[in-house]
């Protein structure tokens, strides 16, 4: 695809799209919105009218109506996976907003939409774009630290959710599971991202400590063991904030350590080598609206695609499947 702008169909309205909107505003020269479908008739219209768009009270109208390019889904996790499908099926370019998906059969069903109809998706990994992560990847892969031992990211705060404002995140049925499956998604695919291998077994610790009114989880510690060595510990909690001294994410290698407070990244090495980067700070979402066109455009491929999706979610499944059965768990591979 080279013709720009590309149209796209906003497929949910609710709260993740006003950050996705500012995206679209933001890059209005590669990429806009043309389309809105949300089930909430007056949420449609409302977006429409912001967007200069046509309204639509059902996705699969959208995708078979609407004159677009690709599709930006902002859906509760549970409908996620149709979403996917009924697009890849039409040929459209995919933005979806995590989890991916909720299950191994949902992942395969998918893979297989993707593939078989040669579609770009990305996975709308917005904290891949801060830039002390970029360069912490820059780092790990010029070999900095050594050979990485371990990655440790955080994720936690203290949210004020309460029965009346919740809505589908209080249900297992709707969210996936927990915290884990939502805010905890995040520091996965970070630790994915920094780990640079593929994940092949997880445990956790799951908690309810404040939230009692959800059905799943308000916090949880995971282990995760990828295929590179490196083993992953991930705290990631809805119920508190973190101690002022806990990082968002390091790395430990065989020549020394980094570490970020999400602001600035600092390396140490046992040579006595030091050095700290300080960052501008980056409105992530927007970034990755305009990642996304770029990759469009020049037909590149996202940093993280349904196969990075696909892991994070197997990472996440594997957690819960080894917090309820005390155990060590396979990740899914698919």
């Known amino acids: 695809m080279t013709s720009t702008p590309i149209k796209v169909g906003l497929i949910g309205g609710g709260g993740i799209a006003s950050a996705h909107i500012k995206g679209y505003q933001a890059y209005a020269d590669k990429i806009g919105v043309t389309a809105v479908a949300d089930a909430d008739a007056e949420t449609a219209k409302r977006r429409a009218e912001e967007l200069g768009a046509t309204a639509y009270t059902d996705f699969n109208e959208l995708i078979a109506d609407a004159d677009i390019d690709a599709v930006d889904i902002c859906l509760p996790h549970h409908l996620h996976k149709d979403a996917i499908v009924a ?140 295929d590179n060595g490196v083993v992953g510990h991930l705290v990631t909690s809805w119920a508190y904030t973190p101690a002022t001294v806990t990082e968002r994410f390091s790395a430990v290698g065989e020549l020394g350590s980094l570490h970020s407070d999400g602001t600035s990244l600092t390396y140490n090495l046992r040579s006595g080598e030091s050095e700290t980067f300080d960052f501008e700070p980056v409105d992530t979402i927007p970034a990755e609206i305009g990642h996304f066109a770029d990759c469009l455009i020049n037909n590149t491929r996202p940093l993280h695609t349904e196969k990075e999706g696909i892991e994070v979610l197997g990472m996440i499944l594997a957690a819960y499947e080894g917090a309820k059965n005390k155990s060590i768990a396979p990740v899914l591979q698919v």
């Open 87 to 226: 697009a890849a099926k039409a040929g459209k370019h995919i933005l979806c907003e995590k989890p991916l998906c909720l299950s191994p059969d949902e992942a395969r069903e998918v893979q297989a939409a993707v593939t078989e109809n040669g579609v770009t998706l990305m996975s709308a990994h917005n904290q891949l774009f801060m830039p002390a992560v970029a360069k912490a990847k820059e780092l790990l892969e010029a070999g900095t630290i050594g050979t990485v031992y371990e990655v440790r990211t955080t994720d936690s705060f203290f949210n004020n959710f309460d029965p009346a404002n919740m809505g589908w995140r209080a249900s297992a049925k709707t969210s996936g599971g927990g915290e884990l499956i939502d805010t905890g998604y995040h520091p996965s695919y970070l630790m994915l991202h920094l780990a640079g291998g593929s994940p092949v077994e997880a445990t956790a610790l799951l908690s309810t400590h404040r939230l009692r009114f959800m059905e799943g989880e308000d916090s949880a510690q995971v282990l995760i063991r990828f």
